[in-house]
């Protein structure tokens, strides 16, 4: 069994900081990727930032310079500081992590059930 349970959601106003995170557990042997998407009422699905189990980063058009994605290997969390928020940042976070289990011949993606991310004043 393997879950993702993120954090760090809420309500900010304009200009604010928010830090999401994202923690793995259960029978892990390996996390290769690592990242995050979003979704807004009405919109598509849009990946907002990824990484690998390296330093390898890849970021939106739309956050690059605001949003900033690491991870703690040793902890199998990753976290998504965001900086400098707009309210059309506002929409449901998901993260994702692509990894090895257990018993498990080959790689699959799992993802957490998503935290809400307000922007506004």
């Known amino acids: 069994q393997v879950q993702l349970v993120e954090s760090g959601g809420g309500l900010v106003q304009p200009g604010g900081s928010l830090r999401l995170s994202c923690k793995a557990s259960g029978s892990i042997l390996s996390i290769n990727a690592m990242g995050w998407y979003r979704q807004a009422p009405g919109k598509q699905r849009e990946l907002v930032a990824s990484i690998t189990n390296g330093i390898i980063t890849n970021y939106a058009d739309s956050v690059k310079g605001r949003f900033t994605i690491s991870r703690d290997n040793a902890k199998n969390t990753m976290y998504l500081q965001m900086n400098s928020l707009k309210p059309e940042d506002t929409a449901v976070y998901s993260c994702?992590?692509?990894?090895?289990?257990?018993?498990?011949?080959?790689?699959?993606?799992?993802w957490g059930q998503g935290t809400q991310v307000t922007v506004s004043s």
């Open positions: 994702y992590a692509r990894l090895l289990r257990v018993g498990v011949a080959y790689e699959n993606n799992y």
